[in-house]
């Protein structure tokens, strides 16, 4: 039930862009995207709800597309602060599943 | 307005023992979510609390696992005769209520890193 990402891990020089993919197999309500620091708690980015829509938070954007049960985060100008593991959560039926998480590294 | 709170933040057991994590959360919040994480791995489902009903404990082995949220007070997450294997950290989230229904996000507790000894 929980989402896939791909990829498992990213690095990147600063100014760099990066996607992260998020798909599940399950029709999909909604999707949340958290970013995770070492040995923090996620903290929350943003929340897609319709298909097609598109949101940012500072320079990540992402969009979710309904139909194809899929979301995509993007990460333009990548700054060292992005750096962390990206989460993707879906709520299927009842309670929030995340994926497995992309690990970001953005180096000077 | 105080966030999710967890307690405690670092947790020692020897096999065997029990071990209870607690997990206060948002006021006002009636939803509580708990996770487990491996190091350098996902947040993986454990159980869906609304106070006083479980809602979904189906990441939650059945053995030795327990949670609940009663009216009053913060939510427990039980491990009976810890094992080394149950060594991780333990994420709490809270939400006003269903996300599913309210798109509501989730705020994250900062965890207790449980270690079996």
């Known amino acids: 039930q929980q989402p896939v990402q791909s990829p498992q891990a990213v690095i990147l020089r600063e100014g760099e862009d990066a996607v992260i993919n998020c798909s599940s197999s399950?029709?999909?309500?909604?999707v949340h995207w958290y970013r995770q620091k070492h040995g923090e708690a996620p903290v929350f980015l943003m929340i897609l709800l319709k298909g097609g829509e598109q949101k940012g938070h500072e320079k990540i954007s992402a969009s979710f597309n309904e139909k194809k049960q899929q979301s995509s985060l993007y990460l333009t100008a990548s700054q060292l602060s992005y750096s962390g593991t990206y989460f993707c959560g879906t709520e299927i039926t009842s309670g929030m599943r995340f994926g497995a998480g992309t690990r970001l590294t953005v180096k000077p | 307005n105080a966030g999710v709170m967890q307690n405690p933040r670092h947790l020692v057991r020897r096999r065997g023992q029990e071990a209870r994590l607690r997990c206060s959360p948002m006021k006002g919040h009636s939803h509580v979510y708990w996770y487990r994480q491996l190091p350098e791995e996902g947040l993986k489902f454990m159980v869906y609390?609304?106070?006083?009903?479980?809602?979904?404990e189906s990441g939650m082995p059945k053995e030795r696992f327990s949670a609940e949220f009663p009216k009053e007070g913060p939510s427990i997450l039980r491990i009976q005769q810890v094992v080394r294997g149950d060594s991780a950290a333990y994420f709490c989230a809270s939400s006003p209520g269903n996300s599913l229904r309210t798109n509501e996000k989730l705020f994250f507790g900062s965890g207790t890193q449980l270690s079996v000894l």
């Open positions: 399950k029709a999909l309500y909604s």
């Open positions: 609390l609304q106070k006083e009903n479980i809602i979904d």
